[in-house]
């Protein structure tokens, strides 16, 4: 049973607080960093770098507390994810560059590689005697009940740099996306802005590793993408459009969740990413399912009608050719004029 609670209420609880900001800023950002690779038909990507962070959080514990630093810090939890992440990345492309493996098959190997060994050591950590190895798991679905506000502060300058740097490209991002070949004429070399492009996305997925969970994050990065899509053509309303609804979605899942009790924000909010997407796809102006279904029917309609009128107009033509030729064929033929020969063929005048 749904217990539903002022949002004014819960806002006085330190816990409520920083669960709907950090839902709220991760998918404003991932939302926006989504939008460069479903531009791009790399959304299978983001998989990619969900599942293999989980091999680069695990790592990054260890070797931070065997060091003797902070292996629970969020800062090193990232920056093991995205170097992870990025090597996956990096072999899947490897492969598909000196092979004759697609593209999905190299992302499906790498993911089972890096998500497999990932699970492997995963166990082996939990059967260490590391200290506060407890509740590592928890990183691979999230739980935003856990997230802090040094959390947070991790999670709004990942994502601002992020933004930022997108800003800062954007001309040479957005050419190198639609069209590559002019901006390898134009100076703007597509080996250099790719990489930097998946590394933002790599950032913008893995900093919602805490509160989300490394498997949800591809609903994180895609869904508000695919749904801003339907409303606009440009790519900067696109990616607007993209971080609100993230942000919404990730707003309204924190605060459904805890009025359901004991449920996982994440799932929720990916279900409201879900409905944002469903009705954007049906009530969007220009790309919706009803409005091309209708402009489909209008198509339709006005062929039929133009081949009806082209199978009618020779039809019509030859009829009237025809009648024409039997009213000349009856009329008589008129009388010469006093003084001027009849011509041949004409009856003879009678003598």
């Known amino acids: 049973m749904i217990d539903f609670i002022s949002p004014l209420e819960l806002w006085g609880t330190y816990i409520f607080r920083t669960m709907l900001i950090g839902t709220t800023l991760i998918g404003v950002f991932s939302g926006v960093a989504g939008c460069l690779l479903y531009l791009r038909r790399q959304s299978l990507v983001s998989d990619v770098i969900g599942h293999s962070s989980i091999l680069g959080v695990v790592a990054a514990f260890t070797v931070a507390t065997l060091l003797g630093a902070d292996g629970r810090s969020m800062v090193i939890l ?21 092979s004759k493996v697609k593209p999905d098959a190299a992302m499906a190997i790498c993911l089972s590689l890096f998500y497999g060994g990932g699970m492997v050591c995963l166990r082996l950590l939990t059967h260490s005697h590391l200290p506060n190895r407890g509740g590592i798991d928890s990183y691979m679905f999230g739980n935003a009940a856990n997230v802090r506000a040094g959390d947070l502060v991790t999670i709004a300058v990942f994502g601002l740099l992020t933004v930022a740097v997108i800003l800062a490209f954007f001309k040479e991002i957005k050419l190198v996306t639609f069209d590559p070949v002019t901006a390898q004429l134009q100076g703007f070399s597509p080996r250099v802005l790719t990489p930097l492009m998946l ?10 590793i805490k509160g989300v969970g490394l498997i949800l994050m591809v609903a994180f990065a895609i869904m508000p993408a695919a749904a801003a899509r339907q409303w606009t053509h440009r790519m900067s309303s696109m990616m607007v459009l993209a971080g609100i609804f993230g ?20 799932p929720v909010v990916v279900i409201h990413l879900f409905v944002i997407f469903a009705l954007s796809l049906l009530a969007a102006p220009r790309r919706s399912i009803v409005v091309v279904a209708l402009r489909q029917r209008r198509l339709r309609e006005d062929l039929v009608a133009r081949a009806r009128a082209a199978t009618a107009a020779p039809v019509t033509g030859t ?15 008129p009388a010469a004029p006093a003084g ?3 011509p041949a063929g004409s ?3 009678e003598r």
Request: proline fraction near 3%.
């Open 319 to 333: 009829v009237t050719a025809t009648a024409a030729v039997q009213k000349s064929a009856t009329t008589p033929a």
């Open 199 to 208: 590394v933002l996305v790599t950032i913008a997925i893995v900093i919602g």
């Open 247 to 266: 942000g919404l979605a990730g707003a309204a899942g924190a605060y459904l969740s805890v009025c359901l009790g004991k449920v996982p924000t994440g």
């Open 78 to 98: 990232v920056l093991g994810a995205s170097a992870a992440a990025m090597c996956a990345v990096v072999l899947t492309n490897i492969i598909v560059a000196h």
């Open 340 to 342: 001027v020969a009849a």
């Open 347 to 349: 009856e003879r005048s």
